[in-house]
Protein backbone atom coordinates (compact mmCIF):
# COMPACT_ATOMS: atom_id res chain seq x y z
CA UNK A 1 0.00 0.00 0.00
CA UNK A 2 1.27 3.07 -1.01
CA UNK A 3 -0.67 6.65 -0.04
CA UNK A 4 0.97 9.96 0.16
CA UNK A 5 -1.15 13.71 1.40
CA UNK A 6 -1.18 16.60 3.84
CA UNK A 7 -1.94 16.35 7.59
CA UNK A 8 -3.69 19.53 7.86
CA UNK A 9 -2.09 21.89 11.60
CA UNK A 10 -3.36 24.57 12.42
CA UNK A 11 -1.12 26.93 10.84
CA UNK A 12 -0.18 25.10 7.74
CA UNK A 13 0.00 21.34 6.52
CA UNK A 14 2.60 18.38 6.78
CA UNK A 15 3.60 16.22 3.74
CA UNK A 16 3.32 12.46 4.02
CA UNK A 17 4.45 9.05 2.56
CA UNK A 18 3.22 5.98 3.74
CA UNK A 19 3.93 2.69 2.88
CA UNK A 20 3.40 -0.93 3.94
CA UNK A 21 1.73 -2.45 6.74
CA UNK A 22 2.70 -3.52 10.30
CA UNK A 23 4.46 -1.55 13.46
CA UNK A 24 5.07 1.82 12.19
CA UNK A 25 8.15 3.10 11.76
CA UNK A 26 8.56 7.48 10.84
CA UNK A 27 11.80 8.36 9.26
CA UNK A 28 12.75 11.94 9.41
CA UNK A 29 14.54 13.86 6.96
CA UNK A 30 17.85 15.73 7.81
CA UNK A 31 17.93 19.90 7.52
CA UNK A 32 17.62 20.68 4.16
CA UNK A 33 16.31 17.49 2.68
CA UNK A 34 13.01 16.05 2.24
CA UNK A 35 10.90 12.61 2.69
CA UNK A 36 13.37 11.66 -0.89
CA UNK A 37 16.17 10.88 1.47
CA UNK A 38 15.06 7.94 2.14
CA UNK A 39 13.58 6.37 -1.01
CA UNK A 40 16.01 3.72 -0.49
CA UNK A 41 14.66 2.27 2.22
CA UNK A 42 10.75 2.21 1.58
CA UNK A 43 11.00 -1.06 -0.42
CA UNK A 44 12.84 -3.17 2.60
CA UNK A 45 11.56 -1.62 5.12
CA UNK A 46 7.82 -1.33 4.31
CA UNK A 47 7.63 -5.29 3.47
CA UNK A 48 7.38 -5.89 7.17
CA UNK A 49 6.18 -2.54 8.28
CA UNK A 50 4.48 1.21 7.84
CA UNK A 51 6.80 3.03 6.45
CA UNK A 52 6.11 6.89 7.26
CA UNK A 53 8.07 9.96 5.79
CA UNK A 54 7.21 12.68 7.30
CA UNK A 55 8.61 16.31 5.61
CA UNK A 56 9.41 18.98 8.46
CA UNK A 57 8.10 22.22 8.72
CA UNK A 58 9.59 24.67 6.18
CA UNK A 59 11.43 21.40 4.02
CA UNK A 60 10.22 19.41 1.27
CA UNK A 61 6.36 20.16 0.52
CA UNK A 62 5.31 20.89 4.04
CA UNK A 63 4.30 24.25 5.37
CA UNK A 64 6.76 27.04 5.95
CA UNK A 65 6.68 28.22 9.54
CA UNK A 66 4.80 30.84 10.75
CA UNK A 67 4.78 30.96 14.57
CA UNK A 68 5.75 29.35 17.00
CA UNK A 69 5.54 25.42 16.96
CA UNK A 70 7.24 21.79 18.21
CA UNK A 71 8.40 19.59 15.84
CA UNK A 72 7.20 16.60 18.17
CA UNK A 73 3.96 18.04 18.24
CA UNK A 74 3.50 18.15 14.29
CA UNK A 75 4.70 14.18 14.38
CA UNK A 76 2.29 13.82 16.67
CA UNK A 77 -0.42 15.24 14.92
CA UNK A 78 0.57 13.09 11.96
CA UNK A 79 0.27 9.94 14.10
CA UNK A 80 -3.07 10.38 15.25
CA UNK A 81 -4.19 11.40 11.42
CA UNK A 82 -3.22 8.35 10.22
CA UNK A 83 -4.77 6.35 12.86
CA UNK A 84 -1.44 5.05 14.68
CA UNK A 85 -1.19 4.82 18.35
CA UNK A 86 3.40 4.31 18.56
CA UNK A 87 5.73 4.21 16.61
CA UNK A 88 9.66 3.90 15.98
CA UNK A 89 11.14 7.42 14.95
CA UNK A 90 14.19 7.38 13.16
CA UNK A 91 15.98 10.23 11.80
CA UNK A 92 19.40 11.33 10.01
CA UNK A 93 21.22 14.66 11.51
CA UNK A 94 18.45 17.06 12.50
CA UNK A 95 15.93 14.46 11.74
CA UNK A 96 17.83 12.52 14.59
CA UNK A 97 17.65 15.37 16.40
CA UNK A 98 13.90 15.52 16.33
CA UNK A 99 13.52 12.06 16.86
CA UNK A 100 15.09 12.16 20.00
CA UNK A 101 12.84 15.03 20.92
CA UNK A 102 9.88 12.97 20.32
CA UNK A 103 10.85 10.70 22.52
CA UNK A 104 11.25 13.48 25.30
CA UNK A 105 7.93 14.73 24.48
CA UNK A 106 5.54 12.08 24.00
CA UNK A 107 7.29 8.66 25.55
CA UNK A 108 4.11 6.92 25.42
CA UNK A 109 4.46 7.48 21.40
CA UNK A 110 7.52 6.14 20.93
CA UNK A 111 8.73 2.43 20.55
CA UNK A 112 12.33 2.98 19.75
CA UNK A 113 14.80 4.95 18.13
CA UNK A 114 16.97 4.80 14.99
CA UNK A 115 19.27 7.81 14.84
CA UNK A 116 22.01 7.47 11.89
CA UNK A 117 23.41 10.24 13.25
CA UNK A 118 21.81 12.68 15.23
CA UNK A 119 23.43 15.91 14.84
CA UNK A 120 22.92 18.05 16.54
CA UNK A 121 21.98 16.68 20.12
CA UNK A 122 20.62 19.53 21.54
CA UNK A 123 22.84 21.06 24.37
CA UNK A 124 26.09 19.52 22.63
CA UNK A 125 29.25 22.02 22.93
CA UNK A 126 31.08 21.97 19.25
CA UNK A 127 34.54 20.98 18.90
CA UNK A 128 34.69 21.72 15.60
CA UNK A 129 31.83 24.10 14.87
CA UNK A 130 28.49 23.97 13.34
CA UNK A 131 29.57 21.87 10.31
CA UNK A 132 26.96 23.99 7.91
CA UNK A 133 28.03 27.18 9.05
CA UNK A 134 30.46 27.93 6.08
CA UNK A 135 27.24 27.19 3.61
CA UNK A 136 25.26 29.93 5.87
CA UNK A 137 27.98 32.11 5.85
CA UNK A 138 28.05 31.72 1.76
CA UNK A 139 24.15 32.34 1.74
CA UNK A 140 24.28 34.99 3.70
CA UNK A 141 26.77 36.99 1.70
CA UNK A 142 25.62 36.37 -1.98
CA UNK A 143 22.28 35.41 -1.04
CA UNK A 144 20.28 32.21 -0.71
CA UNK A 145 20.95 30.53 -4.28
CA UNK A 146 24.92 30.09 -3.33
CA UNK A 147 23.26 28.07 -0.47
CA UNK A 148 23.27 24.73 -2.29
CA UNK A 149 26.17 25.30 -4.08
CA UNK A 150 27.89 25.96 -1.00
CA UNK A 151 26.51 23.07 1.39
CA UNK A 152 27.29 20.28 -1.19
CA UNK A 153 30.89 21.53 -0.87
CA UNK A 154 30.97 20.98 2.83
CA UNK A 155 33.04 18.36 4.32
CA UNK A 156 29.80 16.80 5.89
CA UNK A 157 28.65 15.53 2.83
CA UNK A 158 32.17 14.77 0.72
CA UNK A 159 32.03 11.37 1.03
CA UNK A 160 27.86 11.42 -0.39
CA UNK A 161 28.98 13.73 -2.93
CA UNK A 162 32.04 10.80 -4.56
CA UNK A 163 28.52 8.62 -5.11
CA UNK A 164 26.88 9.54 -8.59
CA UNK A 165 23.53 8.36 -7.27
CA UNK A 166 24.25 9.93 -3.84
CA UNK A 167 25.40 13.38 -5.67
CA UNK A 168 22.29 13.17 -7.87
CA UNK A 169 19.78 12.34 -5.20
CA UNK A 170 21.03 15.62 -2.42
CA UNK A 171 21.80 17.82 -5.45
CA UNK A 172 17.97 17.72 -6.22
CA UNK A 173 17.17 17.92 -2.78
CA UNK A 174 19.32 21.03 -1.91
CA UNK A 175 18.40 22.78 -5.14
CA UNK A 176 14.62 22.30 -4.27
CA UNK A 177 15.20 23.18 -0.79
CA UNK A 178 12.81 27.18 -0.09
CA UNK A 179 15.62 28.63 1.24
CA UNK A 180 13.01 29.36 3.98
CA UNK A 181 16.02 28.62 7.11
CA UNK A 182 18.28 31.46 5.36
CA UNK A 183 16.09 33.87 5.55
CA UNK A 184 14.12 33.31 8.91
CA UNK A 185 14.39 32.74 12.73
CA UNK A 186 13.24 29.47 13.33
CA UNK A 187 10.55 29.82 15.78
CA UNK A 188 10.62 25.92 16.60
CA UNK A 189 10.87 25.38 20.15
CA UNK A 190 11.87 21.74 21.91
CA UNK A 191 10.53 19.71 24.81
CA UNK A 192 14.50 18.86 25.95
CA UNK A 193 16.69 21.75 24.92
CA UNK A 194 19.37 20.32 26.96
CA UNK A 195 19.06 16.75 25.65
CA UNK A 196 22.80 15.75 25.97
CA UNK A 197 22.17 16.16 29.85
CA UNK A 198 18.88 14.22 29.92
CA UNK A 199 19.80 11.03 27.53
CA UNK A 200 19.67 8.66 30.98
CA UNK A 201 15.91 9.68 30.67
CA UNK A 202 15.02 7.58 27.72
CA UNK A 203 14.47 4.08 27.99
CA UNK A 204 13.28 2.87 24.74
CA UNK A 205 15.51 1.02 22.41
CA UNK A 206 18.09 3.11 20.08
CA UNK A 207 19.89 2.04 17.60
CA UNK A 208 22.74 4.80 16.92
CA UNK A 209 24.56 4.51 13.19
CA UNK A 210 27.55 6.58 12.30
CA UNK A 211 29.85 6.81 9.40
CA UNK A 212 33.61 6.26 9.96
CA UNK A 213 33.61 9.09 7.26
CA UNK A 214 31.59 11.29 9.02
CA UNK A 215 32.61 14.47 10.34
CA UNK A 216 34.28 14.45 13.92
CA UNK A 217 31.53 15.99 16.21
CA UNK A 218 29.03 13.47 14.59
CA UNK A 219 30.91 10.69 15.53
CA UNK A 220 31.25 12.28 18.97
CA UNK A 221 27.84 12.98 19.06
CA UNK A 222 27.52 9.18 18.21
CA UNK A 223 29.15 7.91 21.37
CA UNK A 224 28.20 10.16 23.63
CA UNK A 225 24.08 8.82 22.39
CA UNK A 226 25.48 5.34 23.01
CA UNK A 227 26.87 5.55 26.27
CA UNK A 228 24.54 8.12 27.55
CA UNK A 229 20.89 6.45 26.47
CA UNK A 230 19.35 3.66 28.61
CA UNK A 231 19.34 1.25 26.16
CA UNK A 232 21.19 1.84 23.17
CA UNK A 233 23.11 -0.10 20.80
CA UNK A 234 26.41 1.42 18.42
CA UNK A 235 27.26 0.84 15.09
CA UNK A 236 30.04 2.37 13.20
CA UNK A 237 29.96 2.08 9.60
CA UNK A 238 33.66 3.09 8.77
CA UNK A 239 33.29 3.54 4.78
CA UNK A 240 30.32 6.16 4.77
CA UNK A 241 29.99 9.48 6.13
CA UNK A 242 27.00 11.88 7.34
CA UNK A 243 24.28 9.96 5.06
CA UNK A 244 25.06 6.27 5.72
CA UNK A 245 20.72 5.28 4.36
CA UNK A 246 21.71 6.76 0.82
CA UNK A 247 25.37 5.68 0.60
CA UNK A 248 25.26 1.80 2.12
CA UNK A 249 21.04 1.47 1.70
CA UNK A 250 21.80 -2.61 2.06
CA UNK A 251 23.97 -2.29 4.84
CA UNK A 252 22.02 0.48 6.48
CA UNK A 253 18.79 -1.54 5.91
CA UNK A 254 19.86 -4.86 7.39
CA UNK A 255 21.19 -2.90 10.44
CA UNK A 256 17.77 -1.51 11.20
CA UNK A 257 15.45 -4.52 10.20
CA UNK A 258 17.85 -6.67 12.31
CA UNK A 259 17.32 -4.24 15.22
CA UNK A 260 13.37 -3.92 14.67
CA UNK A 261 13.41 -7.77 14.74
CA UNK A 262 15.60 -8.05 17.91
CA UNK A 263 13.98 -5.50 20.36
CA UNK A 264 10.31 -6.08 19.22
CA UNK A 265 7.76 -4.56 17.54
CA UNK A 266 5.20 -1.52 18.21
CA UNK A 267 2.75 -1.94 20.83
Not at 166 to 178: F, I, N, P, Q, T
Request: aromatic share 8%.
Amino acid sequence: MHEHGFVEIEDGRLYFERDGAGAAVVLIAGGFMDVRMYAPQVEALSRDHTLIRVDLRGFGQSSEPTGGYRHADDLVRVLDELGIERAWFGGESFGGTVALDVAFAYPERVSGLVLAPALPVLGWKWVEGFPVAPAFEMARRRGPDAFAAAFLDLPLVASAMALPEVEAALRAMVGDYSGWHLRHRDPATFEAPNAIDRLHEVEVPALVVVGGRDVLDSRLVSERLATGLVNAEHRLVEHVGHVPNMEDPQLFNSLVLDFLDRVGTCR
